[in-house]
């Protein structure tokens, strides 16, 4: 179903949740390479990961102390040589006897038992002992961690460092991964000019592309950000060719109501297929989604503010899944509001707030005054966004609320 | 102070709080670079970010409709032109004239109100409204959102995306950021191989190695993996010296009591300054803090859960501290307690637990009943650390605890 283009009827305004399923169903994950350990980090696993060994790879020694039989109790024995890591006892720990061992190192054949070192008094050849040995104590027995052959990570996990170490651990060098998505930024607007040039009367330095471009980078993507684009739809045709080999083309502004017909027009050459191209959510109401052939396509409202809730809401999941990611949907936490909050229309709103803890540790979230949205700066010294559903009612201080957390590394 | 090397004493163990407090107290920022906004991202800017413009440049439209002069009330005006973006109208907005605006473009001189588009007819010349202005209703103001000269990011901010975004709205290409600071990692021992490689007899495939490399190039630091040594002092000796250059050194293992006298013995030969050894947390216990000249040195523990709980308290705060960085503290949430937990000793302790919601939206810690610190599977399928201090009393489901989110991207 394609929304119609004319339209401004609360009928035509899709929901967020429902614009972001439809975007997500349109979407495949990319294509699997092999990747190093180190480049796999922050890359999301395509195939099970399998141990390729037992670990612990034998019996251990959990603690420096020595390996005894746990049935002679606190005997007594004979320093009968050390095992070491590396160099495991060669032979069988005897009757009486007793073998050195580290933590780390193997437990020897025979003993079943690590005495602390702290309860060793060794003299000569002799090792005198004030504790009572456990069948099993300060024993890591072999494959308590994971058996060879064994899944130790599933595909679809965002892998971070304990998940590489975790390979690493189960001794494999490559993992099967999926590449970066390529995602194409295309920025429309006879007013920008890139950061650092001459803006012309009235014009700006456009932020949405490195905004957006850092963000995408942040979520493990490649961004791809091309030249600034007049508002000329032939200008944006050029430029959505140069977007091919591309797995998602974004753009900005050109969506509203004023000059919709820019962006839609000139992707329009290329044969653009719309989905929709407006929700019920505030900030960002005019969003479009569609496809040029294979090419999916997002385009953001030109506002940055917008553009950055948009980006959170529907790019950033939109990512997760091209990813391979098993998690898309966006986390919200629980937080209470710090002030109070008129009812709200049929759209769906997202303020920006600080976020505070209370006395006891809860989190407040406090709604800045002000919620324009074209104030980067507000938009920058928020910790998150507070979602205030379509319809909700007035909100009083202390009232629960969910809250999508900013203050997140790269965002 | 230097604790001594060979006592067990609880005076010899340092608090947490105390040990990361030394370890920072050491430490100074490492060197500034210029770098472009997309090499800025994710960096710490090491000098005020001033806006180089006014932010709107102008007074603008903040939406589609009609500038006019508000004193005018409803009525009908004549069509005298259009402002688009990066096209403002030339003239005046005389009386009883109206001037088409756009989202973004300037509100031409004379003009004090912008009416929506929806409650405008334009017929020919002349356009007829159906609503009253205000005066300044829907403008932006110039310099609303930012002046020009003013600080909009402070030095000891990590730079996310938004914060890219800001700096680029401020016209600025290129920022004062800290450079990477350089982490060499060594990990000793003779029971290690590289992922990939065959182990010894009871060896493994190290993990720390690549754990902390990606852990450590998440945080924005520069990992230096160095070759895996032997447990010799003078291979330690010859590998420090390699780590030349670097604004920290990371060892892993060869710290606690069975092996200490290794690294330190091998540290030693270049000059190694000892501050403390063995810090009153579990996992962890044993943690090596010094210098060597003037490059710090951090001794993890060998056994990677405690490695990576002891790299998230102290090998972080030390990065953030190394670039720049204004917070540098772990961030600890406020979570309930999913399970109880007996009484704790003297140890500040950190137990692995998964992180869960409660039908009011609060985070539930539950603790995984094995905390074996050898168990990297656990650690891995960690949502979160339930911080126990020192001494804590028994707690009961329910009870309010600090913890250490784990879910974070990269870690």
Redesign the interface.
């Known amino acids: 179903m394609a929304a119609g283009p004319g339209g ?1 009827k609360l009928a035509d305004l899709l929901p967020v949740a429902e614009a972001r399923a439809r975007i997500l169903a349109d979407l495949t994950p990319v294509g699997v390479e092999v990747a190093s ?2 480049q796999a ?2 890359r999301v696993l395509a195939a099970p990961a399998l141990a ?2 037992d ?4 019996d ?1 020694s ?1 603690m ?1 102390g020595w390996a005894v039989r746990a049935g002679e109790g606190a005997a007594e024995r004979r320093d009968a040589g050390a095992s ?5 006892f060669a032979g069988t720990v005897g009757p009486g006897e007793a073998v050195r061992v ?5 437990v020897p054949e025979g003993a079943d038992a690590v005495l602390l ?2 309860d060793a008094s060794p003299a000569g050849e002799r090792v005198r002992f004030s504790a009572m040995p456990r069948p099993g104590q300060h024993i ?1 027995r072999r494959g ?3 058996r060879a052959g064994v899944v ?2 599933e595909p679809g996990l ?17 993992l099967s991964v999926h590449r970066r998505p390529r995602v194409a930024l295309l920025c429309t ?4 000019v ?3 040039e001459d ?17 995408v ?2 979520a493990g993507g490649e961004p791809w950000l091309l030249p600034v684009v007049r ?1 000329e739809a032939a200008a944006i045709a050029a430029a959505a060719r140069e977007a091919a080999g591309a797995d998602l083309l974004v753009t900005t502004g050109g969506v ?4 919709r017909d820019l962006v839609r027009a000139g992707l329009a050459e290329g044969g653009f297929a719309l989905d929709f191209w407006r929700i019920a959510m505030r900030p960002g109401k005019p969003m479009l989604h569609g496809r040029i052939g294979a090419l999916p396509v997002l385009g953001l409202p ?3 503010v917008s553009a ?1 809730v948009c980006a959170v809401l529907f790019l950033l999941p939109a990512l997760r899944k091209l990813a391979g990611e098993r998690t898309t949907e966006p986390a919200f ?2 937080a209470k509001l710090g002030g109070a909050l008129p009812a709200n229309d049929h759209r769906e709103d997202y303020l920006r707030a600080r976020l505070d ?1 209370d006395e ?3 989190t407040i979230a406090l709604p800045f005054p002000r919620q ?1 949205s ?4 507000t ?2 010294a ?1 910790d998150g966004l507070i979602q205030r559903p379509s319809q909700a009612g007035a909100a009083q201080i202390g009232d ?1 609320v ?1 809250v999508l957390r ?1 203050d ?4």
């Open positions: 401004s350990l180190a980090a922050g390729r060994l670990q612990p790879p034998a251990l959990a420096d070491a890591a590396g160099q495991p580290f933590t780390g190192s193997v070192q702290e890591r308590q961690d994971f130790v990570l965002r892998l971070g460092a304990r998940a590489i170490g975790l390979a690493a651990a189960a001794n494999r060098a490559w607007g006879d007013e920008i890139l950061p650092g803006p012309p009367p009235g014009g700006i330095a456009g932020s949405n592309g490195p905004m957006l471009a850092a963000l980078a942040a508002d509203s109501v004023g000059d030109g506002n940055p950055f936490a629980t803890r006891a540790g809860e324009d074209a104030m980067l700066t938009l920058a928020s629960p969910r900013l997140l590394p790269g965002w």
